[in-house]
């Protein structure tokens, strides 16, 4: 495995639901980011952070919010999605925010109903 | 803006055929260049990259990939398909203009299909 965990993998909600998203790294690492991935998409940035700072707010909508209480752990909270935010939603760690490669975790699969 | 284009959607290969998976970019600066590879139902597996140096890169389960200069591609390549290889091949570029955060830009994805 990659050495960074997603929890839940599979997530079916309504559109008038809370849920949140979890990723955990054990490389000790300093930046994480969270990507959507939809069906002949190219991968889409949401979020970065480095050292527990967002460095990257990629247009995302307010209906997606992110947590980052400390460099291991990372959350997205979601709250009123539509049908179309259904995807593959990836979380992903680096050394640093720089030039290094990025490590995933398995990814959430979401569904909106 | 940075960009990179897959041009093939899916490649076909016979198994123990040599297979090459297209890249090319487009970014400020030189260019800091990542393949991954995606199995089904998982999340994206680094495989190799580029940042300065020898123009031929090897990376992880016999993968290989050139970089080009002039003709701004990176693709990957391998000398003998097997069939485990299926799998998405995801090419992606990040610019080194200044220091900082720099995004990195993937491209939509090529499929790989090892025929046995």
């Known amino acids: 495995e990659t050495g960074v965990t997603q929890t839940p993998r599979h997530l079916v909600m309504g559109m008038t639901n809370k849920k949140s998203l979890k990723c955990e790294q054990h490389?000790?690492?300093?930046?994480m980011y969270w990507y959507k991935q939809s069906a002949k998409k190219p991968l889409e940035l949401m979020f970065v952070?480095?050292?527990?700072?967002?460095?990257e707010n990629n247009s995302v909508p307010s209906r997606f919010s992110p947590e980052c209480p400390n460099s291991s752990h990372l959350f997205l909270h979601l709250h009123t999605l539509q049908p179309e935010d259904s995807a593959l939603y990836l979380c992903?760690?680096?050394?640093?925010?720089?030039?290094?490669?990025?490590?995933f975790g398995p990814g959430t699969r979401l569904t909106v109903l | 803006a940075q960009s990179v284009a897959q041009p093939e959607d899916q490649v076909n290969v016979a198994e123990g055929n040599p297979l090459t998976v297209k890249c090319t970019y487009s970014?400020?600066?030189?260019?800091?260049l990542f393949w991954y590879v995606q199995y089904p139902n998982r999340g994206l597996q680094f495989l190799l990259k580029?940042?300065?140096?020898?123009?031929l890169v090897k990376g992880s389960y016999g993968f290989e990939a050139e970089f080009n200069k002039s003709q701004t591609s990176f693709h990957l390549k391998k000398p003998s398909a097997l069939v485990s290889d299926s799998a998405l091949y995801f090419c992606?570029?990040?610019?080194?203009?200044?220091?900082?955060?720099?995004?990195?830009?993937f491209g939509t994805g090529t499929k790989l299909q090892v025929i046995p």
């Open positions: 992903a760690s680096s050394q640093d925010e720089g030039g290094n490669e990025q490590f």
């Open positions: 490389l000790g690492h300093n930046a």
């Open positions: 952070y480095s050292l527990e700072e967002r460095v």
């Open positions: 970014v400020s600066g030189n260019p800091y």
């Open positions: 580029y940042i300065t140096g020898d123009n």
């Open positions: 992606a570029v990040r610019g080194s203009d200044s220091g900082g955060y720099q995004k990195v830009t």
